[in-house]
């Protein structure tokens, strides 16, 4: 017996955009569906979200390098994710 699939969406509820984290030293993978539009807020919201679920495995680190790709919402000329880095980082 024959299917035939569906070449199109059909009426999705949502639009979910991949965020991701990788961790090159492991090759460890997160990804996150963020359901708005990506903005710096929101990356910095699921950097937080990943930090708290694996704060214990990283306890003895002082320090953490953050490589952003150069999309819009953490471009260096938007003003808002610099400050919501060091806001997520004060104790």
Same mark, same amino acid.
């Given at each position: 017996? %024959? $299917?035939?699939?569906?070449?199109?969406?059909?009426? =999705?509820?949502?639009?979910?955009?991949?965020?991701? +984290?990788?961790? /090159?030293?492991?090759?460890?993978?997160? +990804?996150?569906? $963020? !359901? @708005? %539009?990506?903005? @710096?807020?929101?990356? *910095?919201? !699921?950097?937080? %979200?990943?930090?708290? @679920? *694996?704060?214990? !495995?990283?306890?003895?680190?002082?320090?953490?390098? +953050?490589?952003?790709?150069?999309?819009?919402? =953490?471009? #260096?000329?938007?003003? %808002?994710?610099? /400050? #919501?880095?060091?806001?997520? $980082?004060? =104790?």
């Amino acid at each position: 017996m %024959q $299917v035939e699939a569906a070449d199109h969406d059909c009426a =999705p509820l949502a639009t979910v955009t991949p965020v991701g +984290i990788f961790l /090159p030293a492991s090759e460890a993978r997160c +990804i996150y569906g $963020v !359901r @708005s %539009q990506v903005t @710096s807020d929101g990356l *910095v919201d !699921r950097l937080a %979200q990943w930090w708290e @679920s *694996v704060r214990d !495995r990283f306890a003895p680190l002082t320090t953490l390098a +953050i490589n952003l790709e150069n999309g819009p919402a =953490p471009h #260096r000329r938007r003003t %808002q994710c610099m /400050p #919501r880095m060091v806001e997520c $980082v004060q =104790p």
